[in-house]
């Protein structure tokens, strides 16, 4: 059974006819937001946050150019170190 959106219009006429009717606790929801945008929003965001942190960590903590951070060679050299047997 598939609801039907309502608008914001529709959403108040009904809730004043609860009202009236004395049935108030029945409580009709309105999504501002789509859930998929909300989903879009977060990678987004998570995105950001990773990339944010790792040029704070590679030029704030570590002292190199922030701008190194998006080269490849830095990468590959930090794999290297990483998988370097000892």
Known sequence: MEEKQL?????RQQ???AE???NTKERIRIRLLP????LVIVCVLIAFSVLAGAVVG???IGGG???????T???THIVDLV???I
Not at 35 to 38: N, S
Not at 65 to 71: E, P
């Open 58 to 60: 590679y030029s704030v």
């Open 73 to 75: 060679s830095t990468w």
């Open 83 to 85: 998988n370097k047997d």
């Open 20 to 22: 009236k009717a004395g």
């Open 35 to 38: 859930i998929w945008l909300r």
């Open 65 to 71: 150019k922030a701008s190194d951070v998006f080269k």
């Open 7 to 11: 608008t914001r219009q529709e959403y």
């Open 15 to 17: 809730v004043k006819k």
